[in-house]
Structures are given as C-alpha cells and as structure tokens.
C-alpha cells in the first residue's frame, strides 16, 4: 500500500466520529475534577442534559474535527512511509498531542482555561491514536 492510497481514511473516519463526543466527555471530566476538593452535585436533570450534549457533539463534532484530522492522518502516512521511525502507533498519539498543544498554546488557552486545554490536547492524542491504520 503507498501513502497515497485512500484506505488509511478508515483510521481517520474512527477519529472525526469519535472526536466531538470525546472532547466533551474530557471537558465535563477535568471540568468535575478541578472541583473535587468542594463537593460535586448530581441532579437528575444530568442524565437527560449529558446524553443531547454527546448527541450534538456526535453530529457538530465532526464538522470540526474532520478536515484537521485527514490533514493530520495524510501527513503522518507521509512520513511514515517516508521515515519508519514514525510508523508506530505511538508516534501519531504524540504527533496528535503536540498539534492538540500547539492549538492550546497559541490560542493561550494553557493558562486560562485549563479545562478546555486538557480536553483538547487529549482528543488530538487520542485521535491521532484512533486514525493509526497499520499497513
């Protein structure tokens, strides 16, 4: 298979479906866990309100989420049938992560909204993770 061949799109398909959901899941998580010292309260509006906010991710979330994840895939397919260093799953979970911080970075995003970084910087990572096709 060349790094041109359109199959690794599966890998990046897994992403873009995953992204939206995933993002908001770590954003409400780090948002629940920056609070732990205080005490958490569950209503049981959370369980009709958590379940639309993962639907509208599921449906917004790869709308934008897609084209930086084909981009991400296509260039780490390149280099990795370029450079075999690169070919491991490992590799593009970091490659993932470093774009997830360079966004949060340049957009200052790492000193003042904490939450919404780590949500972020994980989902590209775990993205990058999900769009690893072996050859």
Aim: some cysteine.
């Amino acid at each position: 298979m060349s790094h041109a061949d359109p199959a690794h799109l599966r890998g990046a398909g897994r992403a873009i479906l995953t992204a939206g959901p995933l993002f908001m899941t770590l954003y409400l998580a780090a948002d629940l866990y920056r609070r732990i010292p205080d005490a958490i309260t569950v209503d049981l509006g959370i369980l009709i309100i958590l379940p639309l906010i993962l639907l509208f991710a599921l449906i917004f979330g790869p709308l934008v989420a897609a084209i930086p994840i084909i981009i991400g895939t296509t260039s780490m397919r390149v280099l990795a049938y370029h450079c075999p260093l690169f070919a491991p799953r490992a590799f593009w979970l970091l490659a993932g992560a470093a774009i997830g911080f360079g966004v949060a970075y340049g957009c200052d995003l790492l000193g003042e909204v904490p939450d919404l970084s780590f949500a972020l910087i994980a989902t590209s990572g775990l993205s990058g993770w999900l769009a690893y096709t072996p050859e």
